[in-house]
C-alpha cells in the first residue's frame, strides 16, 4: 500500500505490516500502539496456534514418550499435553523446527529438518493470508479502529507473488531497516543463544555443503548444531537483506531501525511512519 504521509495520518483505520530479522525491533514498535485502539496480529502466534498446533504436540510427546514414567501416564491417559503460545513466548514453535546436526547432540536428520522447515513455510503463507480476515474481525467483532501485523523474520523469504500482492493492497508494508552496528549486536545474540531458525531450502543446501566441507565432515549427522546456527546467521543476515529491500522498495517504505529504541509512544511510532512516506 503506498500512501500519501497525510493520508496515512488522516485515515480513521490504518493498518501496518511491520517486517524485520527477529530482534530487528517489530515487537518493540508495535509494543507502543495502544492495545485498546490497535489489533495485534502476530504471524508467528498464528503459526503456532492454528498451522502447527497439531505438528508442535506431536513433537513434544514424541519426546515424553521416551521417559517411561510419562509414557506410562500418557498410554493410561492419566495426563494430557498442551504448548502454552502466547506472542511473548514462541519456545514450542523453535523447539519444533529444531537444529539440523548430530542426533548426539539434539540434532535433526537432514530429511525430518527439511520436513519441519516445509511445514513452518506452508503455515507461514496461510497466516499472512489469515491477515485479511483479521483486519475484518479486529473492526467488526472487536472494534480496534487500526491494526499491526508483527509478522515473522522469515516472511521475506516467501516467494508467493499473490501474498504480498495481498499484502500490500491491505496494509502499509514498513521493512525495520538495521545498520550495521545493530546487525552486529544480532550476530552477537545468535552466537550466544543459538536458536532454531527457517531457512530458505536452496539457501540451507548450499550453506550446508559449505559447512561441511570447511569443518571436514561427511555428513549432517556429524554437524554440531549450535555450531552450524552460529555460523550460518551471518551469512542468513547478509541472504535476507535483499529480500527485504526488494519488498520494501516494490511494496511499502523502510524504517531506520535503530530510531525504533527512542519510541516512546502511538505518536512517536506515527510520526516516525509518516517520515519514511
Not at 529438518?113 to 497466516?127: D, M, P, S, T
Not at 485479511?132 to 501485523?149: A, L, Q, S, W
Not at 531450502?201 to 546456527?229: C, K, R, W
Amino acid at each position: 500500500m503506498k500512501l500519501s504521509r497525510q493520508k496515512f495520518l488522516d485515515s480513521p483505520n490504518k493498518v501496518i505490516t511491520l517486517l524485520g530479522m527477529s530482534g530487528v525491533g517489530k515487537t518493540t514498535l508495535s509494543s507502543q500502539l495502544p492495545q485498546n485502539q490497535w489489533f495485534h496480529y502476530s504471524g508467528d502466534f498464528r503459526i503456532g496456534t492454528k498451522y502447527l498446533e497439531e505438528p508442535i504436540l506431536d513433537n513434544i510427546k514424541c519426546q515424553a514418550m521416551e521417559q517411561p514414567f510419562l509414557r506410562d501416564l500418557i498410554l493410561s491417559d492419566s495426563i494430557y499435553i498442551c504448548s502454552n503460545i502466547t506472542v511473548h513466548h514462541l519456545k514450542p514453535i523453535s523447539t519444533f523446527l529444531g537444529k539440523i546436526g548430530d542426533p548426539g547432540l539434539g540434532g535433526l536428520s537432514l530429511e525430518e529438518f527439511k520436513r519441519r522447515q516445509r511445514l513452518h513455510r506452508e503455515a507461514e503463507v496461510n497466516a499472512m493470508t489469515d491477515v485479511r480476515e483479521f483486519i475484518r474481525k479486529g473492526r467488526e467483532i472487536y472494534d480496534y479502529p487500526h491494526f499491526v501485523n508483527d509478522a515473522g523474520g522469515s516472511v521475506c523469504e516467501l516467494s508467493d507473488d499473490e501474498t504480498w500482492d495481498a499484502l500490500a493492497e491491505q496494509s502499509l508494508i514498513l521493512y525495520l531497516k538495521p545498520d550495521t552496528a545493530l546487525e552486529n549486536l544480532m550476530i552477537e545474540r545468535a552466537v550466544s543463544d543459538p536458536k532454531p531458525m527457517y531457512y530458505n531450502e536452496d539457501f540451507l543446501d548450499e550453506q550446508i555443503l559449505a559447512f561441511l566441507d570447511i569443518h571436514g565432515l561427511n555428513s549432517t549427522e556429524q554437524m554440531n548444531p549450535d555450531e552450524f546456527v552460529q555460523w550460518v546467521f551471518p551469512r542468513l543476515i547478509e541472504y535476507r537483506r535483499p529480500l527485504y529491500e526488494r519488498i520494501a522498495d516494490k511494496h511499502g517504505y523502510t524504517i531506520d531501525a535503530n530510531r525504533v529504541m527512542l519510541l516512546n509512544s502511538e505518536r512517536d511510532v506515527l510520526q516516525l511512519i509518516a517520515e519514511a512516506l
